[in-house]
């Protein structure tokens, strides 16, 4: 069977990562966490005391940056500068700044370079939101994802409940909307579906039915 790429965008908080992680899974492929990048840069800059308004500052930041991905014991963990920041990226402080970190052209530049290095041997899933427009344009598969902002609100905060992260419902709808409008209108790579991709509103489905519906359509383009 042909080795693809399976890209996967759509707006915050609407399964992207839990349907991506599935599929790689059960097709045995690597799986790209794009946003875990951004949010490990917003945490460099965070952390740094560095201005993101100013590109020195930002294109220093981006200097000092090592990104790259573990799986340990079956988990993705994101690494930065060598320490494990997987649980530090979700936390609101980083969700409240990643979307204007994510519009800089200097950062964006620096990680679809790498994330397209990482696609070279096909073979993987990645999830964000320029992965069929920008990052990968030529994947076999790309998917929409999308969701009632509501529910997306719920599902975000029984995640981070479950890790421990204590937010506000409020404060995680409100981050969510201003997430998809910032991410939908930047003018760098904004958030849009391409063309070519299927849109799968998970609203009214369970994991599992989502990733039945994407595994025939993966299946349909690895023949
Ligand atoms: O998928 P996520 O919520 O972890 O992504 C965090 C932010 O990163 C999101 O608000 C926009 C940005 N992002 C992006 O601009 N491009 C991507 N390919 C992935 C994420």
Not at 12 to 27: F, H, M, N, Q, V
Not at 160 to 189: F, Q
């Amino acid at each position: 069977m042909k080795r693809i790429i399976v890209a996967i965008d759509g707006h915050s908080s609407c399964g992207k990562s839990t349907l991506a992680k599935a599929l790689a899974k059960t097709l045995h492929y690597a799986y790209l966490d794009t946003g875990a990048m951004y949010r490990a840069v917003t945490l460099y800059f965070l952390e740094q005391q560095l201005d993101y308004n100013d590109p020195e500052q930002v294109a220093r930041g981006l200097a000092e940056i090592e990104i790259h991905f573990e799986r340990i014991e079956g988990q993705n963990r994101t690494f930065l500068n060598g320490r494990d920041v997987e649980h530090e990226i979700r936390e609101m402080r980083v969700s409240e700044h990643v979307s204007p970190v994510s519009t800089i052209s200097a950062v964006r530049r620096a990680m679809v370079a790498q994330q397209q290095a990482m696609g070279k041997r096909r073979g993987i899933v990645a999830d964000g939101r320029d992965i069929g427009t920008v990052v990968f344009p030529d994947a076999e598969l790309k998917i929409f994802l999308t969701a009632d902002p509501d529910v997306r609100t719920s599902r975000r905060h029984l995640e981070l409940a479950a890790k421990g992260i204590d937010a506000e419902w409020n404060d995680i709808y409100k981050n969510l909307l201003e997430r998809d409008h910032i991410d939908s209108t930047r003018a760098d790579s904004p958030l849009k579906k391409a063309d070519d991709a299927v849109v799968i509103d998970n609203t009214l489905l369970s994991e599992e039915q989502q990733l039945e519906k994407a595994l025939v359509l993966a299946k349909e383009k690895m023949v």
